[in-house]
């Protein structure tokens, strides 16, 4: 498997635009996550998805976050307005609840709001 | 609310040395913990997972210990290698597991050669 695939790796966008991440999952996986990792505040989980269903999104950190999974194998986050502040490395991560639940990690998508 | 602590922030020692990074949590209801490297502008690579159930998993020169009634763990690096520079990462997984991880902000190690 070719692991987690995040797209795309490096992203600058202007304030005020439309940011969208995306993420494929390892095949099988049934949990998915989305994670922004900043100097200032390390890693934190923005939300997550079991059997595409989304179970808690208490770390999105504003309403101009939305995430989706319209199915097994994709799934989107998306920032509108972006902002300056929202410059940080954006990680998803897979998942399988019954196997131990080891989380596997793309290479994350860096973000940049000038 | 689940916090991990990892001490030191940061971490020199010249090769060879054997060395122990340290990771403590608040909440011992923990499902399981797992080890993390991370290099400069990459992703997150898993070492280790520790299941609640376990004290102790193995995996070339690392070992990772669990001790959930102390809220503690720890990552035992064997004869260091300067390709052992990285910053390492434990995360506690909560909530029968699927509700995602806890970050502690990472040890950075640096390997002199």
């Known amino acids: 498997d070719a692991g987690v695939i995040q797209s795309p790796r490096h992203e600058v966008t202007e304030m005020g635009q439309e940011v969208t991440l995306r993420c494929k999952p390892i095949?099988?996986?049934?949990?998915l996550f989305w994670y922004r990792q900043t100097m200032m505040r390390g890693l934190e989980l923005l939300i997550y998805?079991?059997?595409?269903?989304?179970?808690?999104d208490s770390g999105m950190p504003e309403d101009r976050f939305s995430a989706k999974m319209p199915n097994a194998s994709f799934s989107t986050l998306k920032i509108q307005p972006s902002e300056p502040r929202d410059s940080a490395v954006y990680f998803c991560?897979?998942?399988?609840?019954?196997?131990?639940?080891?989380?596997?990690f793309g290479q994350g998508t860096r973000l940049t709001v000038v | 609310k689940q916090e991990v602590t990892q001490i030191p922030a940061a971490l020199s020692v010249p090769e060879g040395e054997n060395l122990v990074l340290n990771c403590s949590f608040t909440?011992?209801?923990?499902?399981?913990l797992q080890w993390f490297r991370q290099d400069p502008g990459k992703g997150l690579t898993s070492l280790l997972l520790i299941q609640s159930s376990q004290r102790e998993q193995t995996s070339g020169r690392l070992n990772a210990s669990l001790d959930k009634s102390s809220g503690r763990s720890t990552l035992y690096i064997a004869a260091s290698q300067p390709g052992d520079s990285a910053t390492y990462l434990c995360a506690a997984a909560s909530g029968g597991g699927a509700d995602g991880l806890t970050f502690g902000k990472g040890t950075h190690l640096i390997i002199q050669p």
């Open positions: 909440d011992s209801a923990i499902y399981n």
């Open positions: 095949s099988g996986h049934n949990s």
């Open positions: 998805f079991n059997n595409n269903v989304p179970i808690d």
């Open positions: 991560a897979s998942s399988l609840v019954s196997k131990g639940t080891e989380a596997f």
